[in-house]
């Protein structure tokens, strides 16, 4: 069984940055990816980024150039550094772990972006 815990959300003002951390622990495969969701009000949950085991990363157009992804993989912990915010970032953003062909989450953590 694996859990996600994720912290670092709050409210921003837009222009500002926040960063973002989840830690996962349980059963991991060595070869896995961590990534970053978010459910924007009343739309459906998007992929944000995502970084590999093996440190591949891949963003979402949105926020190619504002966002950073990261991890520790020893730690099984992953970061998103999120700079430059905008209201549209707004939403609930969420930890996922790819692993073993299982996709776990986390609780999730709300982002506001005020203008």
């Known amino acids: 069984q694996v859990q996600l815990v994720e912290s670092g959300g709050g409210l921003v003002q837009a222009g500002g940055s926040l960063r973002l951390s989840c830690a996962a622990s349980g059963s991991i495969a060595r070869d896995n990816a961590m990534a970053w969701y978010r459910q924007p009000p009343g739309k459906q949950r998007e992929l944000v980024a995502v970084?590999?085991?093996?440190?591949?990363?891949n963003y979402a157009d949105s926020v190619k150039g504002r966002f950073t992804i990261s991890r520790d993989t020893p730690k099984n912990t992953v970061f998103l550094q999120m700079n430059s915010l905008k209201p549209e970032d707004t939403a609930v953003y969420y930890c996922a772990l790819h692993n073993r062909g299982v996709l776990d989450w986390g609780q999730g953590t709300q982002v506001t972006v005020s203008s």
């Open positions: 970084v590999t085991s093996r440190g591949l990363t």
